[in-house]
């Protein structure tokens, strides 16, 4: 148990949500980044896909299988655009509280997972059911060039 890699990386990038989340004003949440996206929708966002990713393990738990199966990639787009409005609609703060949240909850369960079925995913290319940073820091640097540190 406990493995550096994939751990330490989902460890800062919470910490870096945590450390934007807490140096913006409500106004700039309710920025339009990348239309028509907003700067609390994207914390939904990543809330939603951390959770999505949890219940996979979860499930996999229930099912009593190493690893959540696999699944097709093609719906992500689909439904992020059918999701966006109700991530829009999430108070600012409360975005940012699931957000946050979420990715504790689910850095805490890939913490506990033993090293091989880290090995073993990162092997196949799913290494996105553990390695958390991949999709967090897409959007953290996107997010952190909009709001540069002052």
Same mark, same amino acid.
């Given at each position: 148990?406990?493995?550096?890699? /994939?751990?330490?990386?989902?460890?800062?990038?919470?910490? #870096? $949500?945590?450390?934007?989340?807490? #140096?913006?004003?409500?106004?700039?949440?309710?920025?339009?980044?990348?239309?028509?996206?907003?700067?609390?929708?994207?914390?939904?966002?990543? =809330?939603?896909?951390?959770?999505?990713?949890?219940?996979?393990?979860? $499930?996999?738990?229930?099912?009593?299988?190493?690893? /959540?199966?696999?699944?097709?990639?093609?719906?992500?787009?689909?439904?992020?655009?059918?999701?966006? /409005?109700?991530?829009? =609609?999430? /108070?600012?703060?409360? =975005?940012?509280?699931?957000?946050? =949240?979420?990715?504790?909850?689910?850095?805490?369960?890939?913490?506990?997972?033993?090293?091989?079925?880290?090995?073993? $995913?990162?092997?196949?290319?799913?290494?996105?059911?553990?390695?958390?940073?991949?999709?967090?820091?897409?959007?953290?640097?996107?997010?952190?060039?909009?709001?540069?540190?002052?």
């Amino acid at each position: 148990m406990g493995h550096s890699g /994939p751990d330490e990386r989902n460890r800062a990038t919470t910490e #870096r $949500l945590r450390a934007l989340a807490g #140096r913006l004003p409500d106004d700039e949440l309710a920025r339009v980044l990348d239309p028509p996206w907003t700067t609390s929708a994207l914390f939904a966002h990543i =809330a939603f896909w951390d959770r999505f990713v949890l219940a996979r393990w979860k $499930l996999a738990a229930t099912k009593g299988s190493r690893a /959540p199966d696999r699944m097709d990639d093609t719906p992500q787009d689909l439904i992020n655009d059918a999701a966006l /409005p109700g991530w829009k =609609a999430i /108070p600012a703060r409360a =975005a940012i509280d699931t957000c946050l =949240a979420a990715a504790e909850e689910l850095d805490r369960l890939i913490g506990s997972l033993d090293i091989d079925v880290v090995v073993e $995913l990162e092997r196949d290319r799913r290494e996105r059911l553990v390695d958390r940073s991949l999709h967090r820091g897409e959007h953290l640097d996107s997010l952190e060039s909009a709001f540069p540190d002052p």
